[in-house]
């Protein structure tokens, strides 16, 4: 009896682990949760992100605000509106009517002949006109000459420098921030530029200046505090937020079940996304249009303001855009439906057969290609991994940026396939005793998994 109660419970331990292995291994709902809920935030947030890296790149970077404004001097509709407004200054400052009519009140004053008097009188009106013409004229000019740009660019960055100096309260800057909203001038960098300056042109008595601590407030408003915070903010979350995009969306595709899908579908909606962005840039210059023009300014140099003040931005929405449909479509290939495995097969075939007319004409790589052959996914891996940073890292990014990189990605994946051998590299006979024994193992161990022990009944 021994025996079979033995036997009775080697077949009740062998019904539960055969059970086991009918049992299908799932996946934790909350893990599926989660990775949905971080590709979701991920997309979401990744227009956000993109908006906030141009914001801060505005912000902060001097060079590149002066890049985005520079070239609104060259514009015609701009130069057209901005010599209105000169013109328009120097006519609210200056009675042009009441100028002529002094300088010919003086000539009357001459005792001219009649007739030269009536000659004055009919010429006043147009001479008038010809001086507003004369100032029209040469303002138009100036601001078309190259003279404007380079003021227009001085100015522009002059203007950058001491705003970024004021929002981050930097030492050395004149117009100080205090926390409180205050706007304070310090009086000591004035006082050691004049003593410099005085210096320099040998003033002997500029030794004796001391050196000034003193600050003189000049204006006060609460308003200063919150356009400092939102300066804060916005430099901040330009910074971070990509990242934390990146991040979501590695967790969750690699939380997904099937991170293949996971990735196509996920790339996929992060293209329509910034496409959707696109199309909301392009409605929102109609509303920036209509909100300042004319009013403050014409409708042609109001959209010339706004295409050059989103220019970059546009151009990192379609790059980022291009980036979710290649993305997509690498991931549908790598997918199980048929039309890829297809596909993959018939580029396989493809490579394959290059491979095999190369070592027919001796061309072969050997025991480097075994190794290619065996650590492939590890190379493209690596590759894709690489390209990631290059994205993350060259912002803003833009389209060249994108294409170049999915095009070096794409060269690595075809070296990669020309050069592998398409048998691992071994070991020697060491190797191939242990492979060979692991393989018996992974093959006991299948044939446990794929053929359950049926279930006994001993009476």
Do not use: C
């Amino acid at each position: 009896m021994g025996e079979l109660e033995d036997l009775r419970a080697r077949v009740e331990q062998l019904e539960k682990e055969n059970a086991g292995l009918r049992r299908p291994r799932r996946r934790p709902a909350a893990t599926s949760i989660v990775a949905v809920i971080a590709l979701v935030l991920g997309v979401l947030l990744a227009p956000v992100a993109a908006v906030g890296t141009w914001a801060r790149v505005q912000l902060v970077d001097t060079d590149r605000f002066v890049a985005t404004f520079a070239p609104l001097a060259s514009d015609p509709d701009v130069q057209d509106f901005v010599a209105d407004q000169v013109n328009a200054a120097i006519l609210d400052n200056i009675d042009v009517d009441a100028v002529v009519e002094d300088v010919f009140d003086g000539l009357r004053g001459l005792d001219l002949p009649p007739r030269a008097e009536s000659a004055l009188t009919l010429l006043q009106a147009p001479a008038a006109r010809g001086v507003v013409s004369l100032i029209d004229g040469v303002v138009h000019d100036l601001v078309a000459s190259e003279q404007f740009a380079v003021i227009w660019t001085q100015s522009l960055r002059l203007a950058h420098e001491r705003a970024v100096a004021i929002m981050q309260d930097q030492p050395g800057t004149a117009l100080q921030l205090t926390d409180d909203g205050v706007l304070a001038i310090d009086l000591g960098v004035l006082v050691a530029q004049v003593k410099q300056t005085l210096t320099d042109r040998g003033v002997g008595i500029a030794g004796l200046i001391p050196v000034i601590d003193r600050t003189v407030p000049i204006a006060q408003a609460d308003a200063l505090v919150l356009v400092r915070t939102v300066y804060q903010i916005a430099v901040s979350v330009g910074f971070w937020l990509p990242w934390i995009v990146f991040g979501l969306l590695v967790l969750g595709v690699a939380l997904a079940k099937d991170r293949t899908r996971a990735l196509m579908w996920t790339s996929a909606s992060f293209a329509a996304m910034f496409l959707l962005l696109a199309a909301g840039v392009g409605i929102g210059r109609g509303f920036f249009a209509r909100a300042v023009a004319p009013s403050t300014m014409t409708f042609d140099a109001a959209d010339a303001l706004f295409d050059g003040l989103t220019v970059l931005l546009r151009s990192t929405i379609m790059a980022l855009a291009f980036f979710g449909v290649v993305v997509a479509i690498w991931a549908w290939f790598a997918g199980t439906s048929r039309p890829a495995v297809a596909v993959r097969g018939l580029l396989g075939s493809g490579f394959t057969a290059v491979r095999s007319a190369a070592e027919h004409r001796g061309l072969s790589t050997g025991r480097f290609g075994a190794a290619v052959e065996r650590y492939r996914g590890a190379i493209l891996v690596a590759g894709l991994v690489i390209a990631l940073v290059v994205l993350m890292m060259a912002r803003p990014i833009s389209f060249a940026t994108v294409l170049w990189t999915a095009t070096g990605f794409g060269v690595l994946l075809i070296i990669v396939e020309l050069v592998r051998s398409g048998t691992p590299e071994e070991d020697g006979p060491e190797g191939d005793a242990a492979a060979d024994g692991d393989d018996v193992a992974h093959a006991d161990e299948d044939e446990t998994e794929s053929e359950p022990v049926p279930s006994a009944k001993m009476g």
